[in-house]
């Protein structure tokens, strides 16, 4: 079970689009539709900010959507603002009751 | 209002065993298809997560840890324990516990703030 392949970082500039994408294997992000996203500011504890690939937790900006193809799943944050500078982590379920969490995703709004 | 707290020890000495307690409020552990995980995170590096316990006692770990992991709950008390044996410095992490909800969910919200632990002699 190995942790899921993220991008190191991703930049974009104040209203732009940025995809991170989160790439496992046929035993986890590829097998579930079962893929959440977690968003981590310095210092603070993750918060979920997508489900099941692509769902949205209430209050959660519709500005970010999820999806996947394949063994990859990928996070959308469109119109770029200054408070979606953060860590953000993809999970996914690896059956068994298991998870994985992805290597992390460092957001910097330039 | 679901929160969570973790506590326990913020230093130990390698080969000691690590003993962090989860104490929440909000829901109940013994409703059906609850579970409470814990997660860590080493400094400047990546999640992880570590094991996981559900209402029905059903237990879960992390493979690669799985043979120094136990975790056990305490439903009249609102607690989850998390023991960790062997420790070794690349154990050093803040660690996460967070709940699950139930009906078939396959995510972890909210979460805990998070509890330091630094393992060095």
């Known amino acids: 079970q190995s942790a899921l392949t993220q991008p190191a970082s991703v930049s974009g500039s104040p209203g732009q689009s940025i995809t991170i994408s989160c790439t496992g294997t046929s035993s986890d992000v590829g097998s579930y539709n079962l893929v959440s996203w977690y968003q981590q500011h310095p210092g603070k504890a993750p918060k979920l900010m997508i489900y099941?690939?692509?769902q949205r937790p209430s209050g959660v900006s519709n500005r970010l959507s999820g999806s996947k193809s394949g063994n990859t799943a990928s996070l959308t944050i469109s119109g770029l603002q200054a408070e979606d500078e953060a860590d953000y982590y993809c999970?996914?379920?690896?059956?068994?009751?298991?998870?994985?969490f992805g290597t992390g995703t460092k957001v910097t709004v330039l | 209002q679901i929160t969570l707290r973790e506590s326990g020890p913020t230093l130990v000495k390698p080969t000691q065993t690590l003993t962090l307690t989860c104490t929440f409020s909000g829901f109940s552990l013994s409703t059906s298809g609850v579970g409470v995980g814990w997660i860590r995170q080493p400094p400047g590096k990546a999640l992880e997560w570590l094991a996981l316990i559900y209402w029905d006692d059903d237990k879960r770990y992390s493979p690669s840890l799985k043979s120094r992991l136990t975790i056990t709950k305490d439903t009249s008390r609102r607690q989850v324990v998390l023991t960790m044996t062997n420790m070794d410095p690349v154990d050093t992490a803040t660690y996460y516990c967070?709940?699950?909800?139930?009906?078939?969910?396959?995510?972890?919200?909210?979460w805990g703030q998070g509890t330091p632990v630094t393992v060095s002699s």
């Open positions: 967070a709940h699950k909800p139930s009906g078939g969910i396959n995510w972890f919200d909210p």
């Open positions: 999970c996914s379920y690896a059956g068994n009751s298991t998870y994985v």
């Open positions: 099941d690939v692509g």
